[in-house]
């Protein structure tokens, strides 16, 4: 397990560790743990990181989406925490370059399996609920899924910012114009976006994908515009 892919890995998480046992052990699998006696694989980690996770985006769906009934959030939840999804997230994380896996589970291509890597995205979630608490393990969680569930989220009154803002503005004859910047070494790109429409600016956001900046960017317009067409509260 080299610093840099440890490094790239927190970057991209969001949350550098102080407790580096807790990290070690979200990245053991069982058979590195079977050739190395004394090491604890990250199965127990991954099962309260399950837990962790499936509040933290029942709750963001249930806030962001009023409208969708509870099947309708129940298949959006679904789809998100599940193997394929997680196992996506973990290609962002660069979590196959941090894993401690045993020559035979290496030698079979274990880093490239979707079901490991999904597993140890639920370990990390678990490792940081232990070391910093629920609230900051659920704004990592909103950080880094929230854009999936969104994408997800193609249901009436619950779709995400980027389409709802596009079907304002379309009605409205014009359409929205994004311009993404990115910065920072390889390991830790960030995006700034900007949205425009009609040649004005209308929204900034920001994000570790291009994607997620444009989302963060659109949100910001969509709310803007709310706030503006939403009469002051103290006015009589």
């Known amino acids: 397990m080299s610093a840099d892919a440890l490094a790239r890995l927190e970057d991209a998480l969001g949350h ?11 990245l ?7 050739e190395h006696p004394g090491n604890e694989s990250y199965e127990r980690l991954e099962f309260l990181g399950d837990a962790v996770l499936q509040l933290a985006v029942t709750r963001y769906i249930f806030d962001r989406y009023p409208e969708a009934s509870e099947g309708e959030m129940a298949k959006v939840r679904a789809s998100v925490v599940s193997e394929p999804t997680l196992a996506e997230l973990a290609g962002e994380l660069a979590v196959a370059d941090a894993l401690l896996l045993g020559r035979g589970e ?10 490991i890597l999904s597993d140890v995205v639920e370990a990390l979630f678990g490792a940081v609920f232990l070391e910093v608490g ?13 854009p999936f569930v969104d994408d997800r989220a193609r249901l009436p009154g619950a779709r995400d910012y980027k389409t709802r803002l596009q ?25 700034h976006a900007v949205v425009s429409a009609g040649g004005r600016v209308i929204g900034e ?18 709310e803007r515009r709310r706030a503006r067409q939403e009469p002051d509260a103290g006015a009589p």
């Open 134 to 146: 629920y609230d900051v393990t659920e704004r990592i969680v909103i950080d880094l899924l929230s």
């Open 167 to 191: 079907e304002v503005l379309v009605a409205e004859g014009t359409a929205p114009v994004y311009t993404v910047v990115e910065s920072g070494p390889q390991h830790a790109k960030r995006f």
């Open 28 to 34: 053991s699998h069982r058979s590195f743990v079977t």
């Open 205 to 222: 956001g920001a994000g570790t994908s291009k994607k997620r900046a444009e989302q963060a960017a659109a949100e910001d317009a969509f």
């Open 16 to 26: 550098r560790f102080e407790d580096r046992s807790l990290l070690r052990q979200a």
């Open 106 to 115: 290496e030698l079979t291509g274990g880093r490239e399996k979707a079901s």
